[in-house]
């Protein structure tokens, strides 16, 4: 069993950054590859970012690529969002989630799934 919890999200301008955290409870915490996904109103969630067990490799979606960048710290059990020139197409409630297996940008096959947070740029 993994817990999630976000953190880091709120209002920016466009343009500006926003760091999102994830802390997961548990020691197993580097078994699991991480992802981020996002859902705007009256859109269904959207993968954004995913990486390895150890951080090594990563994967993102073509609209973040090249601002965004996913990182994680398995002595922290927690994994980051890093987020740079943000566009008011980028709103949206920002969940991280976990899976047993190797990293996926699929939005159901992941295990574990935290509450969310909201990332609201103004343009």
């Known amino acids: 069993q993994v817990q999630l919890v976000e953190s880091g999200g709120g209002l920016v301008q466009a343009g500006g950054s926003l760091r999102l955290s994830c802390a997961a409870s548990?020691?197993?915490?580097?078994?699991?590859?991480m992802g981020w996904f996002r859902q705007a109103p009256g859109k269904e969630r959207e993968f954004v970012a995913t990486?390895?067990?150890?951080?090594?490799?990563?994967y993102y979606a073509d609209s973040v690529k090249g601002r965004f960048t996913i990182s994680r710290d398995n002595a922290k059990n927690t994994v980051y969002l890093q987020m740079n020139s943000l566009k008011p197409e980028d709103t949206a409630v920002y969940y991280c989630?976990?899976?047993?297996?190797?990293?996926?940008?699929?939005?159901?096959?992941?295990?574990?799934w935290g509450q969310g947070t909201q990332v609201t740029v103004s343009s």
């Open positions: 989630a976990a899976r047993g297996m190797g990293y996926s940008d699929y939005v159901g096959s992941y295990d574990y």
């Open positions: 548990g020691r197993t915490f580097s078994s699991y590859a």
């Open positions: 990486t390895t067990q150890s951080g090594g490799s990563t």
